[in-house]
């Protein structure tokens, strides 16, 4: 079993950066993909980024290529997801969440673990 905490959630001005971490605590971390993804009250969680079991392959919404970097520490448990060059559309509850599978997906459906979420909101 697999448990996620999410942390690094605030207010921010546009243009302003933010680093969110993803504590893991389980046996299986090490083997198993993971993902962030994103969701504003009455409207459909969104990809916004995943990582492969040995960091080899990433995969990123085009809404956030360029500005969103994913991590992963396996030694810490831990991802992470730096943001960069906010803009108010990023504004949501933040998911952080973790596959039974090696590769990075952006399916929602493949992601067995998540966290509770962390709330981030950037100001224009």
């Known amino acids: 079993q697999v448990q996620l905490v999410e942390s690094g959630g605030g207010l921010v001005q546009a243009g302003g950066s933010l680093r969110l971490s993803c504590a893991a605590s389980?046996?299986?971390?090490?083997?198993?993909?993971m993902g962030w993804f994103r969701q504003v009250s009455g409207k459909e969680r969104e990809f916004v980024a995943a990582i492969s079991w040995n960091s080899d392959n990433k995969m990123y919404a085009d809404s956030v290529k360029g500005r969103f970097t994913i991590e992963r520490s396996t030694a810490d448990k831990t991802a992470f997801l730096q943001m960069n060059r906010l803009k108010p559309e990023d504004t949501a509850v933040y998911y952080c969440?973790?596959?039974?599978?090696?590769?990075?997906?952006?399916?929602?459906?493949?992601?067995?673990?998540w966290g509770q979420g962390t709330q981030v909101a950037v100001s224009s």
């Open positions: 969440a973790a596959t039974m599978a090696w590769l990075a997906t952006m399916n929602p459906v493949e992601y067995v673990y």
């Open positions: 389980g046996p299986t971390f090490d083997h198993n993909a």
